[in-house]
């Protein structure tokens, strides 16, 4: 990739090596990470972002929640591309 990290590599790494380790205490829950750094688990995302800006502050970084399998979301209407259709 030319030497450009995608946003979040790092993080999505870290949260993957612990992942075992949360699934175990915390599944369910929020998880955040900056960089490498973890931050802890949270009941909410707005929990979680709360304590993330109170000690990271308005910088990036990753909650995400703990769970076994990932639910992949998706919007149809933006695949579809409908949300530019005319009636």
């Known amino acids: 990739m030319n ?3 995608p946003q979040f590599e790092e993080e999505l790494k870290a949260f993957e090596a ?7 205490v915390a599944e369910g829950k929020f998880a955040v990470f900056k960089g490498v ?4 688990v949270f009941d909410s995302p707005a929990a ?4 993330a800006v109170s000690k990271f502050g308005d910088v990036s970084f990753l909650v995400k929640q703990v769970r076994k399998v990932e639910r992949i979301e998706q919007a149809p209407a933006l ?9």
């Not at 695949?79 to 009636?87: E, H, T």
Request: aromatic share 8%; with cysteine; net charge negative.
């Open 48 to 51: 979680a972002y709360d304590a």
């Open 79 to 87: 695949s579809l591309g409908l949300l530019n259709a005319c009636p």
């Open 3 to 5: 030497g450009v990290t």
């Open 37 to 40: 750094e973890y931050l802890g």
């Open 18 to 24: 612990r992942k075992p380790e949360l699934l175990s």
